[in-house]
Nanobody, 115 residues
Framework: QVQLVESGGGLVQPGGSLRLSCVGSGSDFSFYDMYWYRQAAGQERERVARFSAGGILWYGDSVKDRFTISRDNAKRTVYLQMNSLKPEDTAVYYC?????????WGQGTQVTVSS
């Protein structure tokens, strides 16, 4: 069992930056593939970025070159640095841990990009 707690969301102007954090429980955090997803109002949940246990990175086309995922296994934390934010990035952002077919989700953190 893994418990995930996200933080770092908020209101930011277009072009601004935010860094999201997700802290996990458990001593085997480093063995999990970690993801960030987002869900805008009235839309399906969308995968944003991935940092696998083996160090492979992946980004969705809509965030490539603007967002950066990183992880610190010693702190059991995964980050999402979001730069050049756009209004269409507005969503609830969720942290996800996946291993051996088991999915664990955080409660989400709201990101609103608006002037």
């Amino acid at each position: 069992q893994v418990q995930l707690v996200e933080s770092g969301g908020g209101l930011v102007q277009p072009g601004g930056s935010l860094r999201l954090s997700c802290v996990g429980s458990g001593s085997d955090f480093s063995f999990y593939d970690m993801y960030w997803y987002r869900q805008a109002a009235g839309q399906e949940r969308e995968r944003v970025a991935r940092f696998s246990a083996g160090g492979i990175l992946w980004y969705g086309d809509s965030v490539k070159d603007r967002f950066t995922i990183s992880r610190d296994n010693a702190k059991r934390t995964v980050y999402l640095q979001m730069n050049s934010l756009k209004p269409e990035d507005t969503a609830v952002y969720y942290c996800n841990a996946f291993r051996h077919g088991n999915n664990y989700w955080g409660q989400g953190t709201q990101v609103t990009v608006s002037s």
